[in-house]
């Protein structure tokens, strides 16, 4: 089965950085998009960043200029450099990827199990 598995998370104080990656793993032909996502408590899940397999990428305008999204493309992970936290960074963070199997035509969108970010002092 394809699997995305997140580690990295944990707490940091404010100002500090923290940086998540995500493994994908199993029968994979190829990976499209790939991103990171977040909920905070009582809020609905957000967009964070999201790289295509070419290196264009997109951030939300709040981690703009302090999040850094890349992707190693012959190891299909994905990572995020996230500095400057504040409190407000403090969600579960989840890892996003449009997967197409092997033997298959079909691209499916995969999820990890989250990974805790807390940012407090």
């Known amino acids: 089965q394809v699997q995305l598995v997140e580690s990295g998370g944990g707490l940091v104080q404010p100002g500090g950085s923290l940086r998540l990656s995500c493994a994908a793993s199993g029968p994979i032909f190829s990976i499209n998009a790939m991103g990171w996502y977040r909920q905070a408590p009582g809020k609905q899940r957000e967009l964070v960043a999201t790289i295509i397999s070419g290196g264009t990428t997109n951030y939300a305008e709040s981690v703009k200029g302090r999040f850094t999204i890349s992707r190693d493309n012959a190891k299909n992970t994905v990572s995020l450099q996230m500095n400057s936290l504040s409190p407000e960074d403090t969600a579960v963070y989840y890892c996003?990827?449009?997967?197409?199997?092997?033997?298959?035509?079909?691209?499916?969108?995969?999820w990890g199990r989250g990974t805790q970010v807390t940012v407090s002092s």
């Open positions: 996003n990827a449009n997967i197409r199997r092997l033997y298959s035509i079909f691209v499916n969108e995969y």
